[in-house]
């Protein structure tokens, strides 16, 4: 997952592999595009915000077959007979709903940026 | 049965047939038949989302697991929940942006090969005839203990409705019906949650004291344990659900029924916060059947606690409830069956016939009789296996669907998407070392063979000691394509250029 690779190089060396696609038109430089900064930037912002919110979940969400598993922890008394394995299980749901809705805002910004590559790099190029 | 059970399946039945006849007008190009011609909205592809997603097993399925089990029923909702995250975060908007039709053509975006696309529309077909017969069988048992009929007869009734939906009205039909069941099964579970919750004096500390001591489990039922005893077993079960929805080539293929990324994102969260919901909701629908239906009860319907919802139902509301509980139940695994007869139809259809077969030469009206021929076999074939499979663990078929799509096609789909030296082999390796590995493991675990008799398919010693293999498969697959791609010199920077640029910007012709 290397994000800002130079591809325009290695066009030259795999070229030789390359087949024709029938009813395909091959006007557009997409190694170009793809090497511009514009579009560079915008897959590393979107690589910096998805990489570690994915961790973060996806390691928040198996801590709790985890701690059920090996430990007692969440079955002490977290409010009256309500123990922490409730507690935790609900705050999944409440991560969920908060970091469907982060996503949301933070990718109507890239539909911007992703808008401007399709008008500059790609149309206007 | 009661008049009321009757006119509600009979006005479930007219509704969908009315939906299919105004959908068949619709439905005249091979676009419209797979994707409903991409013009669904986010709100309307969230609903149908929903509606394809939640199946029998859940809304019947896990009631009667947190009714018997308690906390470790409401695994299930965790993991299927947080599945959306990997969906939304990693190939929602990649996946629309990249394919046309099926899972296959979003592969091979990338890769020109028919071995890709062939391995690709295989595993769609697996998964679907899995999932598929876990309904049916879920099917044929419900509505033969709602109306004392034979199974093969219910099973007939569900498989002949799935028929004609996708025959005559293709995505169009089966997004409606979707949208119609989630709409009725969200009513169904808010009044069933709020009668529960009325009985506990609307007060959730109420609510957990009393269930307490409702049960014969005692404390032990609020707390985790009560059915998931080994570590391993439990950590890779939630890996097959949380990982399994992101392969699930049924859900996959909704996203094409959008125009644009920005809409498969606004469906996407339409369908989590509808899913969310629901599977809060679960809570109340099993702790209310634990304490007004009782343990005693529900297993004497079924073993598996698959009516705990409609026996609560009556307990609560009485025969009208329960009818009504009972059709939503019937629309529920309606709108599953028919998104999956689809998704089965269109890999045979689009993949192997348009695609493989004639080169993507076809024409529109050869392409439209090859998937209504492909919808009546899936029916079929499917409706087939099912008389035959009645006393198959439903569960079990649906978990191994789960696993199946999260070893096979969720490495391939991520690979495919992020991965620049990814290649042709690679993508082959990928979806055969977890599709082989998940059948080969389930195959020799503990759900097929047991020392006991009965207890399983076969009577021997398990060889592989966990019921779910996700946590070895799901590796397996990872390492498959890793392995195939670096073990072969191809690869073509500059269509993962293409590929990169196409699923980042959402550009085409």
Redesign the interface.
Same mark, same amino acid.
């Given at each position: 997952m290397k994000a800002g690779s130079v591809y325009t190089e290695e066009r030259t060396t795999s070229k030789a592999k390359q087949r024709k696609t029938p009813g395909r038109k091959a006007e557009i430089d997409f190694a170009r595009v793809a090497d511009s900064s514009r579009f560079r930037t915008l897959l590393e912002k979107k690589k910096k915000f998805i990489l570690p919110l994915t961790i973060f979940f996806l390691v928040f969400y198996f801590t709790l077959p985890i701690l059920t598993s090996y430990t007692n922890v969440l079955e002490r008394p977290a409010i009256g007979d309500i123990s922490w394995a409730w507690i935790y299980a609900s705050a999944q749901f409440i991560m969920t709903w908060v970091l469907c809705t982060v996503y949301v805002r933070k990718f109507q910004k890239f539909d911007k940026d992703a808008d401007e590559i399709v008008e500059t790099e790609i149309k206007g190029g | 049965m009661s008049t009321t059970v009757i006119v509600l399946f009979l006005s479930i039945v007219l509704l969908t047939l009315f939906i299919t006849w105004w959908a068949a007008k619709r439905t005249t190009t091979a676009g419209e038949f797979y994707t409903a011609g991409g013009g669904l909205t986010g709100w309307q592809n969230g609903l149908a989302i929903a509606g394809d997603y939640l199946s029998a097993a859940s809304f019947l399925g896990i009631a009667g697991m947190i009714a018997l089990f308690g =906390?470790d029923g =409401? =695994?299930y909702s &965790?993991?299927f929940?947080?599945a %959306?995250?990997?969906v939304? =975060?990693?190939v929602a908007?990649p996946l629309r942006n990249l394919g046309k039709y099926t899972l296959a053509d979003m592969i091979n975006s990338r890769f *020109?090969a028919k071995k890709v696309r062939a391995a690709a529309a295989f595993s769609t077909i697996t998964i679907v005839i899995f999932y598929m017969i876990a309904q049916l069988v879920g099917a044929g048992a419900l509505i033969q203990l709602l109306f004392g009929i034979p199974y093969w007869i219910a099973v007939l009734i569900v498989g002949v409705m799935m028929t004609i939906y996708v025959l005559f009205g293709g995505m169009t039909a089966t997004s409606w019906v979707q949208i119609v069941k989630a709409v009725l099964l969200m009513l169904g579970t808010v009044v069933i949650a709020v009668l529960v919750f009325a009985r506990f004096d609307f007060s &959730? $500390?109420t609510m957990?004291?009393e269930v #307490?001591t409702a049960t014969a489990h005692g404390e032990a039922f609020?707390?985790?344990?009560l059915k %998931?005893t080994v570590?391993l077993d439990? &950590?890779s079960l $939630?890996?097959a659900l949380?990982l399994g929805t992101a392969g699930l080539p049924h859900i996959l293929m909704r996203f094409f029924t959008v125009k644009d990324a #920005?809409t498969a994102?606004?469906s996407?969260?339409t369908a989590? +916060?509808i899913v969310?919901i629901f !599977? &809060?909701l679960t809570i109340f629908l099993g702790f209310g059947a634990a304490a007004f239906v009782g343990h005693e009860a529900i297993v004497a319907a079924n073993p598996a606690g698959n009516m705990a919802a409609p026996l609560l139902a009556e307990a609560l509301g009485g025969d009208l409830l329960m009818s009504f509980v009972s059709a939503v139940a019937f629309a529920t695994i309606l709108a599953v069956v028919a998104g999956l007869v689809l998704t089965g139809a269109s890999a045979f259809a689009h993949d192997i016939y348009g695609q493989i077969i004639k080169k993507?030469q076809a024409t529109q009206q050869q392409e439209m009789k090859a998937a209504r021929q492909a919808s009546l076999w899936v029916s079929v074939f499917s409706i087939l296996l099912a008389l035959g499979a009645q006393s198959l663990n439903v569960a079990f078929l649906v978990s191994l669907a789960f696993c199946v799509a999260a070893s096979a096609n969720l490495p391939v789909i991520l690979y495919t998407i !992020? +991965? #620049?030296r990814f290649n042709t082999t690679g993508a082959l390796t990928a979806m055969l070392f977890g599709l082989i590995s998940a059948l080969v493991l389930v195959a020799v675990s503990p759900n097929v063979l047991s020392p006991e008799a009965g207890a399983a398919m076969f009577v021997g010693e398990p060889l592989f000691p966990l019921t779910n293999p996700a946590i070895v498969s799901v590796p397996l697959g990872f390492l498959g394509g890793w392995l195939g791609t670096i073990l072969s010199k191809?690869? *073509?920077?500059?269509r993962?250029? /293409?590929v990169?640029?196409?699923a980042?910007?959402? !550009?085409r /012709?």
């Open positions: - | =906390f =409401f =695994f &965790i993991g929940l947080i %959306y995250l990997v939304m =975060f990693l908007e *020109d &959730i $500390m957990f004291s #307490k609020l707390q985790p344990g %998931y570590p439990t &950590i $939630m890996l949380v #920005k994102r606004s996407v969260v989590t +916060w969310g !599977y &809060i993507g !992020y +991965w #620049k191809e690869s *073509d920077a500059r993962f250029a /293409e990169s640029v196409r980042n910007t959402g !550009y /012709e």
